[in-house]
């Protein structure tokens, strides 16, 4: 079964400094990955996502994340954090062979302080 | 276009009682996801549907879980005599297929059982 990591449940940044949030994934073929980023009382809206690409994937209000299948991981960042960052955010896999599921990390709470 | 919408936003229900959720996907979408989401952990996937079937089912937690989509588009998740453990956010999400396509998530139902 898949699991994902992500490692500090939250995360403090000042504004205009990189926020740098983790995800690790453990899965036995590269899976899809996705970054989605949860507004308090809002859906989850997606941020950027890999599927077989270019390892380095740029998403939506300046974020990216690259894919290291030698580390596993898809960590996400964004050179200058702004206070609308402030969220949750949550790193998923999609396994490509089987089933559609999403499946997600415990999710990171981003503070942004001016 | 519309998203994916969910009814009720909010349902407060006494354990024991049954409830029904409903989501409404976007138009066109095949694929139709349930999630739970509890209070500070990520979304835990319970069904999905490809077209009126059930594709995978594997997530729902026990037997006083239900969900049918009996015309391939709205789907409705059914919980029988509920317990205060079901209390969570149910969120769905719906896509055009499953796998490397995005998932479109619902603002999602907040369920609380007294």
């Known amino acids: 079964a898949q699991s994902v990591t992500q490692l500090g449940s939250h995360v403090s940044v000042s504004e205009g400094a990189l926020v740098l949030l983790r995800c690790n994934y453990s899965s036995s073929v590269p899976p899809y990955l996705f970054w989605y980023v949860q507004y308090p009382n809002q859906g989850l809206q997606l941020l950027l996502k890999y599927t077989s690409a270019a390892t380095l994937v740029k998403g939506i209000n300046g974020f990216e994340a690259e894919f290291k299948k030698s580390e596993t991981s898809f960590h996400l960042t964004k050179p200058s954090a702004h206070m609308s960052d402030a969220a949750e955010y949550f790193c998923a896999v999609s396994e490509r062979n089987a089933g559609n599921m999403l499946t997600f990390g415990g999710g990171t709470r981003l503070m942004v302080k001016p | 276009g519309a998203g994916v919408s969910q009814t009720p936003s909010n349902k407060v229900t006494e354990k024991g009682k049954y409830v029904e959720l409903r989501c409404d996907p976007i138009s066109g979408h095949t694929a139709l996801y349930w999630y739970r989401q509890s209070l500070g952990q990520g979304p835990e996937f319970l069904i999905y549907?490809?077209?009126?079937?059930?594709?995978?089912d594997s997530g729902l937690p026990n037997d006083r879980f239900f969900a049918v989509r009996p015309e391939g588009s709205v789907s409705t998740l059914k919980i029988q005599r509920t317990e205060r453990g079901d209390s969570a956010v149910y969120l769905c999400?719906?896509?055009?297929?499953?796998?490397?396509?995005?998932?479109?998530f619902g603002p999602g139902t907040r369920l609380t059982v007294t």
């Open positions: 999400a719906s896509s055009r297929m499953g796998g490397e396509y995005e998932q479109y």
């Open positions: 549907f490809q077209g009126t079937g059930a594709a995978d």
